[in-house]
């Protein structure tokens, strides 16, 4: 089976700016998480996706918004970027919920706000 | 205090040598991941585990639920074990069941 892919892998973007992020889960994998990871702060859980619902939400702000497609696919959204938005965004999938099952992580999608 | 505490933060091991790694926590959790990620950014699940032991090759983890504490041990380690180890618990209860909360990582150096 193919594993996780995201797109882009890298972008820059200006402050102000909107940002769409791409991920395609394994074949046959309905939950798909997203994730932030910096320097300063690690990993930080921003959502969760499963049937095409969201089942869990981090502690971001309403600026970072994500939607699932029925076939699994997912994207997230982020509105008028900051600075602090810089960072790697991972996303994983998992045959069921994420929290009780082993998740496959992505490449990540590196993001640069000038 | 972060709800996800691990030590050691930075490790060097010689090859050959038994490491371990721990993690503890202050929420109630309904499980608990252990996470390998290499220089280059990818993330590798070890483990998900809920209670007891599990085993693959050379990696064994463990969880202590009442004393809300994890450990990753690797024997016999090698260079290619070099990486973060990331420890990230599923918090349990009402509200924000499922989330999942990451420990900052241990970074693991094997010199040949």
């Known amino acids: 089976k193919a594993g996780v892919t995201q797109t882009p892998r890298y972008l820059i973007k200006t402050r102000g700016q909107q940002v769409t992020l791409s991920c395609s889960p394994i074949?046959?994998?309905?939950?798909v998480s997203w994730y932030q990871q910096t320097p300063g702060q690690g990993l930080q859980f921003l959502f969760e996706?499963?049937?095409?619902?969201?089942?869990n939400k981090g502690n971001f702000p309403g600026r970072f918004s994500g939607r699932q497609f029925s076939n699994s696919r997912s994207e997230m959204n982020v509105s008028t970027l900051e600075l602090g938005d810089s960072a790697l965004y991972l996303c994983?999938?998992?045959?069921?919920?994420?929290?009780?099952?082993?998740?496959?992580f992505g490449p990540g999608t590196r993001l640069t706000v000038l | 205090k972060n709800e996800v505490e691990q030590s050691p933060q930075n490790l060097t091991a010689q090859e050959g040598e038994f490491i371990t790694i721990n993690c503890s926590y202050s929420v109630g959790i309904s499980a608990l991941h252990w996470l390998q990620q290499h220089p280059g950014g990818g993330i590798v699940s070890l483990f998900m585990?809920?209670?007891g032991k599990k085993k693959h090759g050379r990696l064994i983890a463990t969880i202590n639920i009442q004393e809300k504490h994890s450990s990753l041990h690797i024997t016999a380690s090698h260079p290619r074990d070099s990486a973060v180890y990331i420890c990230a618990v599923a918090k349990g209860g009402e509200g924000s069941q499922g989330n999942l909360i990451f420990g900052k990582g241990t970074k693991l150096s094997v010199k040949p």
């Open positions: 996706y499963f049937s095409e619902t969201q089942r």
């Open positions: 074949s046959g994998h309905r939950s």
């Open positions: 994983a999938s998992s045959e069921h919920r994420a929290a009780y099952n082993e998740q496959f």
């Open positions: 585990l809920s209670s």
